[in-house]
């Protein structure tokens, strides 16, 4: 297993961009699957996007052009960039990390959208 940890949440007016950047302790080169989920207060915890080891991406419907994911296997790193960010937009965003016998999460990083 790796261990994660995200980083670049903050607060953004709507419209603005952020990128989340989620640091593994190990090499990620191997997984299958990394990923970014948010959890808002209340609701429970969605899939955001994933990227799997040859770079094939997956989207939630309300994030679609506007979010981007991608893996620096070199740097056993992650990324969301995210732009044009909306209200809704506001939760806790989790890495994850996917593969056969593990699933390894981080803590968290939030993102808030508001004016």
């Known amino acids: 297993q790796v261990q994660l940890v995200e980083s670049g949440g903050g607060l953004v007016q709507p419209g603005g961009s952020l990128r989340l950047s989620c640091a593994a302790s190990g090499s990620i080169s191997s997984i299958n699957t990394m990923g970014w989920y948010r959890q808002a207060p209340g609701k429970q915890r969605e899939l955001v996007a994933t990227?799997?080891?040859?770079?094939?991406?997956n989207y939630v419907d309300s994030v679609k052009g506007r979010f981007a994911i991608s893996r620096d296997n070199a740097k056993n790193t992650v990324f969301l960039q995210m732009n044009r960010l909306k209200p809704e937009d506001t939760a806790l965003y989790y890495c994850?990390?996917?593969?056969?016998?593990?699933?390894?999460w981080g803590q968290g990083t939030q993102v808030t959208v508001s004016s």
């Open positions: 990227i799997n080891r040859i770079g094939s991406t």
């Open positions: 994850n990390a996917r593969d056969g016998g593990f699933d390894s």
